[in-house]
């Protein structure tokens, strides 16, 4: 069965340092996504992308950070400078053509920054 | 900000009986909901999903209702086995109004005992 697979799975880095983190969603599916989710706490939306482009983007999803897919398979969460507070799980997510199609996601990737 | 809410945030049932999750919502532009299920350490798995012009779907052992005059969803899982023990995140789109990001509870941790 198809899944979204991510990489790292542990990410650990000092505060200031640029981080990137990659997945690789289902191949036929055309919408993607990242969420995160702190520690004990909800799962949140950071930013969707459709067409090679941002559609949609959180309070969350500042300038530090950034979304790119490179090539026909990879798509990536870019964060320039970490903060202690970016310490989350982050997970990739994606769908196919239909709105009401249900997003799968990743395993995710644990970041920690000290 | 908690347009999506689960207010009970562990339950605890019998293998064989049945398991109930509730889920409120407060925005009246969702239009589509969904169950997922989280083990520690994996990103969330789709479990069923419902659109706003049902008030029931059912998937084998799984059935989600719909009240969309009280904006209350809940979730039944009949018979309950140990496997379905994780934590159950219901979520919520507004995918008519040119969005699809997914809006998460806070998660209802399930614990089915033999």
């Known amino acids: 069965e198809p899944e979204v697979t991510q990489t790292p799975s542990h990410q650990v880095t000092q505060m200031g340092q640029e981080v990137i983190l990659r997945c690789v969603p289902i191949s036929n599916h055309l919408y993607f996504y990242w969420y995160r989710q702190i520690l004990g706490q909800k799962v949140e939306f950071l930013v969707s992308?459709?067409?090679?482009?941002?559609?949609?983007k959180s309070e969350i999803f500042d300038d530090q950070f950034s979304v790119e897919r490179p090539d026909g398979s990879n798509f990536t969460l870019k964060i320039r400078s970490t903060k202690l507070e970016d310490s989350a799980m982050y997970f990739c997510?994606?769908?196919?053509?239909?709105?009401?199609?249900?997003?799968?996601f990743g395993p995710g990737t644990r970041l920690t920054v000290l | 900000d908690q347009q999506v809410k689960q207010n009970s945030p562990s339950l605890s049932v019998q293998e064989g009986r049945i398991s109930i999750l509730n889920c409120d919502y407060t925005n009246s532009m969702f239009d589509y909901f969904l169950w997922y299920k989280k083990y520690p350490a994996e990103g969330p798995t789709f479990l069923i999903s419902i659109s706003s012009i049902k008030d029931k779907n059912e998937d084998g052992r799984f059935t989600v209702f719909l009240n969309k005059s009280a904006k209350h969803l809940s979730l039944h899982i009949v018979p309950s086995q140990p496997g379905d023990s994780a934590v159950y995140f219901c979520?919520?789109?507004?995918?008519?109004?040119?969005?699809?990001?997914?809006?998460f509870g806070t998660g209802t941790r399930l614990q089915v005992f033999p």
């Open positions: 979520a919520a789109s507004a995918g008519s109004y040119n969005t699809d990001k997914l809006i």
């Open positions: 997510a994606s769908r196919d053509r239909a709105i009401h199609n249900e997003q799968f």
């Open positions: 992308f459709y067409n090679n482009e941002i559609s949609e």
